[in-house]
Structure formats: structure tokens, C-alpha cells
């Protein structure tokens, strides 16, 4: 059982918009702005897509987007393109050397 | 370009070692802290150890204390897991990563695959 609860599975039509939940606890994602999120396609290296709840590394299209509200964040993927299917996972600071992982959402391409 | 290169994994019995190796480029490689992180077969994404930029300081995960430990070579520009008294739940691709934000990694390898079965 993960720490961080992210849904198993989430999907949308090309063009539509997704959004993926990370909910952890008052401890962790509630409070501290260090949410990130990566993208992993198996069989390649993970890649950040959002850093600091919201901030996103140069290269990532601004099609992603991440929030947080309370003890959940989002990464939201608007303008849904077939490339964007793969397995993303949040994670979160929870103090000290503490770093949780969620246990990860496919993101399905109809 | 900046990348890391896993390389050091394999299969072996319970009880067994193994060393592995990352070897960085495109980048000064002792301003970042490092970090390893692991994925069992079908499960998700580890943290497993993390260590500073000159190798002071090293952090494990509770679950690995006393098993693994990370080590660091500048002047190689390489980051090394150690891994002693292997169990069967420590199979898993091992990635290196940079901590290039504040707990974040922003550049990773693409895996080396540890097997640990009798």
C-alpha cells in the first residue's frame, strides 16, 4: 500500500483534458509545496513533469499542469495527445529525508 | 547532453551482492545531490538512497539500513548502490537520478535490473 493514494487508472480522448489526483495526509502534501510528478512509458527513464506543486522543467509542454488543494494534488493533462498515454506517479516531501511516492495512475489514450 | 548510464545488474541467489554503477555526464556532476530508486515488477516507483553532492552525507531508506549503502566518486563522476544480503523483494529496476530541485529528480537513467531468486 502506497503512502500517497493516486487512482489506478485514468483515460480520455484525444484533444479532451484528465486530471489525476494524489491525496496524502496532513503530514506530507497538505503541508509542503514539494509535489512532484513524473511520467514513465515502461522501459524508459521516468521524466519530471511538474516540480513544486506547480512548476513545471523547460521542455515539458504547458499542456501539463499541476494544483493542490488541502491534502490533494492534481496534474492535469489538457489537450490530450496519444503520446501523453503512459504510467505517472506523484510524490511529495513529508519532512526530513522523507519522500513518498503514490502508486501510480495509466493514463489511457481512447 | 546530460545523461546517466546504469549498468551492474544481474541475477543472483538470496544472501548474495551486488554493486551497481551510474555513470554521469553533460553536467558537474558534484554540484547535485544523487539518488537511487527502485521499481519491483508490476509494483511502483521506490525511493531507495540519496546522497550530497560531495558524498557527506547519505541517506537510506529504513527498510535498506544495514543492507545498502551509496557511495560516490567525483572525480569518476559516478554514483555506486552497494547492495549486501539481497532478499527476493529487492528485485526490481534500480535507476539513478539527479536531484536537481528541491525534492525532485530531474534526470534519470533508464534502469539497470536486479533479479534476486534462488
Known amino acids: 500500500q502506497s503512502a500517497l493514494t493516486q487512482p489506478p487508472s485514468a483515460s480520455g480522448s484525444p484533444g479532451q483534458s484528465v486530471a489525476i489526483s494524489c491525496t496524502g495526509t496532513?503530514?506530507?502534501?497538505?503541508?509542503?509545496?514539494?509535489v512532484s510528478w513524473y511520467q514513465h512509458h515502461p522501459g524508459k527513464a521516468p521524466r519530471l513533469m511538474i516540480y513544486?506543486?506547480?512548476r513545471r522543467p523547460s521542455g515539458v509542454p504547458d499542456r501539463f499542469s499541476g494544483s493542490k488543494s488541502g491534502n490533494t494534488a492534481s496534474l492535469t493533462v489538457s489537450g490530450l495527445q496519444a503520446e501523453d498515454e503512459a504510467d505517472y506517479y506523484c510524490?511529495?516531501?513529508?519532512?526530513?529525508?522523507?519522500?513518498?511516492f503514490g502508486g501510480g495512475t495509466k493514463l489511457t489514450v481512447l | 547532453q546530460v545523461q546517466l548510464v546504469e549498468s551492474g545488474g544481474g541475477s543472483v541467489k538470496p544472501g548474495g551482492s551486488l554493486r551497481l554503477s551510474c555513470a554521469a555526464s553533460?553536467?558537474?556532476?558534484?554540484?547535485?545531490?544523487m539518488s537511487w530508486i527502485r521499481q519491483p515488477p508490476g509494483k511502483g516507483l521506490e525511493w531507495v538512497a540519496k546522497?550530497?553532492?560531495?558524498?557527506?552525507?547519505?541517506y537510506l531508506a529504513d527498510s535498506l539500513k544495514g543492507r545498502f549503502t551509496i557511495s560516490r566518486d567525483n572525480a569518476k563522476n559516478s554514483l555506486y548502490l552497494q547492495m549486501n544480503s539481497l532478499r527476493v523483494e529487492d528485485t526490481a529496476v534500480y535507476y539513478c537520478?539527479?536531484?536537481?530541485?528541491?525534492?525532485?529528480?530531474?534526470?534519470w537513467g533508464h534502469g539497470t535490473t536486479v533479479t534476486v531468486s534462488s
Open positions: 513544486e506543486v506547480t
Open positions: 546522497i550530497s553532492n560531495s558524498g557527506s552525507s547519505i
Open positions: 537520478a539527479r536531484d536537481g530541485y528541491n525534492y525532485a529528480w530531474d534526470v
Open positions: 553533460g553536467f558537474t556532476f558534484s554540484d547535485y545531490y
Open positions: 510524490t511529495s516531501h513529508a519532512g526530513s529525508i522523507n519522500l513518498l
Open positions: 496532513s503530514s506530507d502534501v497538505g503541508a509542503y509545496n514539494f
